[in-house]
């Protein structure tokens, strides 16, 4: 995310809009002098580091702004969402939701515990944050990160009372509960954007694909092999009579199979969905309409725990060629060509790229405090910081655009009058 602009000479007037909120002359100090030590050099973003560059004298202001001062979150957070959507947000913007992990030692810190973390495909001790990104193209902008709490903070009301976890956290919620709520908040604030993308981790959930369709969103989330699913042709249908009476209850005239099996015998295509830095990215796809079996519960062929048909939509695989095979679910129309499945399913990859460089060059996991205010202002923080960075990047972009068109007009008018020579 690198940018030639000397951002330090910007950053302060474009913090504006979020410094006003602060309403105090301290915090409107501390929190570009925060931000400027996010985005500057240094290889560690923890507070004292930070301090140590941009304000040798001021680290207990900086260390109070951030872990215990008195302003609210919010206002900061709703000019986030307006800037981000001014700058990506619209029709063509993808919503992506995920979660990443930030890897701790000890005990103390807000909602650490042992884990899966995704990008080291493993259980570890860390916590994990919830995060909505909005993204055009290849350009991603993080908007929301929410810490997860385990069930073992949920069930220890003194260790939740110490890290400052406000009461109406106190309650536990699954991540897909959590990424819907932040999902509505988002639309609220009017961020627009096309579709929803998720991995299986929410993918699984059928309330989370339930909610995003109530909520009138396109979507298209991973699902597990063994995700059972109707033919889209499935028909209810009155059960043979047996003894007791005849039954009331209305039975598929089929069984549900794996999304695995539905798709053994489809056709695969391979498709190219973009180009990255080592060519063009391809994977074989195949796609069929179906329902899924995530209706209501029943009781079917003696089988407790079975489900009725759901909604009618696309179930999508992906043969890698590194044999690894992937499945989704989409709501998409029935008329969408592969080729658009494949490239929204791909275009996930963006939310990944953000939370490696939020990381690696923002420090969002160098926090070394343990509270739930301090870390979630920290994270806030990091999200301006990008945000910023992605200001400068496509503000450069639109210059570069408008020099090429420039240099291209007056080399066709050259042409035009050498012709008419």
Same mark, same amino acid.
């Given at each position: 995310?690198?940018?030639?602009?000397?951002?330090?000479?910007?950053?302060?007037?474009?913090?504006?809009?979020?410094?006003?909120?602060?309403?105090?002359?301290?915090?409107?100090?501390?929190?570009?002098?925060?931000?400027?030590?996010?985005?500057?050099?240094?290889?560690?973003?923890?507070?004292?580091?930070?301090?140590?560059?941009?304000?040798?004298?001021?680290?207990?202001?900086?260390?109070?702004?951030?872990?215990?001062?008195?302003?609210?979150?919010?206002?900061?957070?709703?000019?986030?969402?307006?800037?981000?959507?001014?700058?990506?947000?619209?029709?063509?913007?993808?919503?992506?939701?995920?979660?990443?992990?930030?890897?701790?030692?000890?005990? =103390?810190?807000?909602?650490?515990?042992?884990?899966?973390?995704?990008?080291?495909?493993?259980?570890?001790?860390?916590?994990?944050?919830?995060?909505?990104?909005?993204?055009?193209?290849?350009?991603?902008?993080?908007?929301?990160?929410?810490?997860?709490?385990?069930?073992?903070?949920?069930?220890?009301?003194?260790?939740?009372?110490?890290?400052?976890?406000?009461?109406?956290?106190?309650?536990?919620?699954?991540?897909?509960?959590?990424?819907?709520?932040?999902?509505?908040?988002?639309?609220?604030?009017?961020?627009?954007?096309?579709?929803?993308?998720?991995?299986?981790?929410?993918?699984?959930?059928?309330?989370?694909?339930?909610?995003?369709?109530?909520?009138?969103?396109?979507?298209?989330?991973?699902?597990?092999?063994?995700?059972?699913?109707?033919?889209?042709?499935?028909?209810?249908?009155?059960?043979?009579?047996?003894?007791?009476?005849?039954?009331?209850?209305?039975?598929?005239?089929?069984?549900?199979?794996?999304?695995?099996?539905?798709?053994?015998?489809?056709?695969?295509?391979?498709?190219?969905?973009?180009?990255?830095?080592?060519?063009?990215?391809?994977?074989?796809?195949?796609?069929?309409?179906?329902?899924?079996?995530?209706?209501?519960?029943?009781?079917?062929?003696?089988?407790?725990? =079975?489900?009725?048909?759901?909604?009618?939509?696309?179930?999508?695989?992906?043969?890698?060629?590194?044999?690894?095979?992937?499945?989704?679910?989409?709501?998409?129309?029935?008329?969408?060509?592969?080729?658009?499945?494949?490239?929204?399913?791909?275009?996930?990859?963006?939310?990944?790229?953000?939370? =490696?460089?939020?990381?690696?060059?923002?420090?969002?996991?160098?926090?070394?405090?343990?509270?739930?205010?301090?870390?979630?202002?920290?994270?806030?923080?990091?999200?301006?910081?990008?945000?910023?960075?992605?200001?400068?990047?496509?503000?450069?972009?639109?210059?570069?655009?408008?020099?090429?068109?420039?240099?291209?007009?007056?080399?066709?008018?050259?042409?035009?009058?050498?012709?008419?020579?």
């Amino acid at each position: 995310m690198s940018t030639s602009i000397a951002w330090e000479h910007e950053l302060q007037s474009w913090l504006e809009p979020f410094l006003k909120p602060l309403r105090h002359p301290a915090r409107w100090r501390m929190c570009p002098l925060y931000v400027a030590g996010l985005i500057g050099p240094g290889e560690r973003k923890s507070l004292q580091p930070m301090a140590a560059r941009v304000a040798p004298a001021d680290y207990d202001q900086l260390h109070h702004f951030v872990a215990v001062g008195p302003w609210d979150e919010a206002p900061l957070k709703a000019e986030l969402l307006a800037q981000a959507n001014r700058l990506v947000g619209g029709p063509d913007a993808i919503l992506v939701i995920d979660d990443t992990a930030l890897p701790k030692k000890g005990t =103390q810190s807000v909602g650490v515990s042992s884990q899966y973390a995704g990008a080291l495909g493993k259980k570890t001790n860390c916590q994990s944050l919830v995060s909505l990104t909005l993204a055009k193209g290849e350009v991603p902008i993080p908007i929301v990160l929410r810490l997860f709490l385990p069930d073992t903070w949920i069930a220890d009301p003194e260790r939740l009372q110490h890290a400052g976890v406000p009461e109406a956290f106190w309650v536990e919620r699954s991540k897909p509960e959590m990424a819907l709520e932040e999902l509505q908040q988002v639309m609220q604030a009017g961020v627009s954007f096309g579709a929803v993308l998720a991995d299986a981790g929410y993918g699984i959930s059928a309330p989370f694909r339930q909610g995003l369709s109530a909520l009138g969103l396109a979507w298209a989330v991973g699902i597990p092999r063994i995700q059972k699913v109707y033919p889209a042709d499935v028909r209810l249908v009155l059960p043979p009579v047996t003894r007791g009476g005849p039954r009331k209850t209305l039975v598929p005239d089929e069984d549900s199979i794996a999304a695995e099996a539905q798709l053994a015998k489809s056709s695969w295509q391979r498709i190219t969905w973009r180009r990255g830095t080592k060519g063009p990215l391809r994977a074989k796809f195949a796609a069929v309409r179906v329902r899924v079996a995530d209706g209501p519960e029943v009781r079917l062929q003696g089988r407790t725990g =079975q489900h009725l048909p759901g909604d009618e939509v696309w179930l999508v695989g992906e043969h890698r060629s590194s044999g690894e095979r992937k499945y989704y679910l989409s709501n998409l129309p029935p008329d969408t060509k592969l080729k658009q499945l494949a490239s929204l399913i791909k275009a996930r990859w963006v939310c990944e790229q953000a939370h =490696q460089q939020l990381k690696e060059e923002l420090g969002l996991d160098h926090f070394e405090g343990r509270s739930w205010r301090g870390l979630h202002r920290h994270a806030l923080l990091t999200l301006i910081a990008y945000l910023f960075l992605q200001h400068l990047r496509l503000r450069a972009a639109k210059r570069e655009k408008k020099k090429i068109q420039r240099a291209t007009a007056t080399t066709d008018a050259a042409g035009c009058s050498a012709h008419a020579a």
